[in-house]
């Protein structure tokens, strides 16, 4: 089978064409698949402060309840501490 000349230029343009679409579409998948990672970044970024502020003021609350048995047991006295050590 002989095919005309054009046919050919036309088949191979056709076929090259395809290809730089595929690569066109290999792209465009990897910005966006880009895109979506920066964005779950950003995401997790904005949390990072939010969870340290809840971690400090659990951070500040124990330690106001540590500061507090502090003081009880300086209240009670050191030879009552070990009487209520495992209460407190």
Known sequence: MKYNIFVLLALTSLIACRQHLI???IKI???KSI???QKTIHKKLKKIPK???KNLEKEKKIQQIK???RQLKQL???DNIKQYKYRL
Do not use: L, R, T, V
């Open 51 to 53: 969870n340290a502020k």
């Open 76 to 78: 009670i006295g050191p």
């Open 23 to 25: 690569k066109e579409d």
């Open 67 to 69: 500061n507090e048995i």
């Open 29 to 31: 998948k990897a910005y």
């Open 35 to 37: 895109e979506k990672k």
